[in-house]
């Protein structure tokens, strides 16, 4: 017997509009069962587990121990000012002059994720 991995479940003070925020990252819509107020909220992705968002009480304390890597279809750099401009916060830039690395950055409620490189930059680094 094995498992698969259903939902990947973020702790959150607002469900809904942090699912709104991912929502916007992945181009995936909220799911319709879900409105603002409700205290979970689901991004279904077309692959793979859904991001799952449950409302808790308490705000987030310490560093994540668990964190995604996206990886976007365009440019890198692009990607990441385009998640700064929907309200992502810049944690750590671990970029490298020769153009490997990736950026850290934070959603509204502070979880942190990587940006990494898109496919094409990884197999043309120039």
């Given at each position: ?31 319709d ?47 990441v ?46």
């Open positions: 017997m094995t498992s698969l991995v259903h939902h990947i479940t973020v702790d959150c003070r607002d469900a809904y509009g942090l699912a709104l925020f991912w929502s916007a990252v992945t181009g995936r819509p909220v799911s069962d879900d409105e603002p107020g409700d205290p979970e909220a689901l991004v279904e992705l077309p692959s793979g587990p859904g991001l799952l968002f449950i409302q808790v009480p308490e705000e987030k304390a310490v560093k994540n121990r668990l964190h995604l890597d996206l990886q976007p279809d365009g440019p890198r750099d692009a990607e000012e385009r998640l700064l401009g929907l309200g992502a916060a810049l944690v750590d830039d671990r970029r490298t002059p020769d153009g490997k690395g990736w950026v850290v950055l934070a959603d509204p409620e502070g979880n942190e994720f990587c940006v990494e490189r898109s496919a094409a930059e990884r197999e043309d680094p120039a």
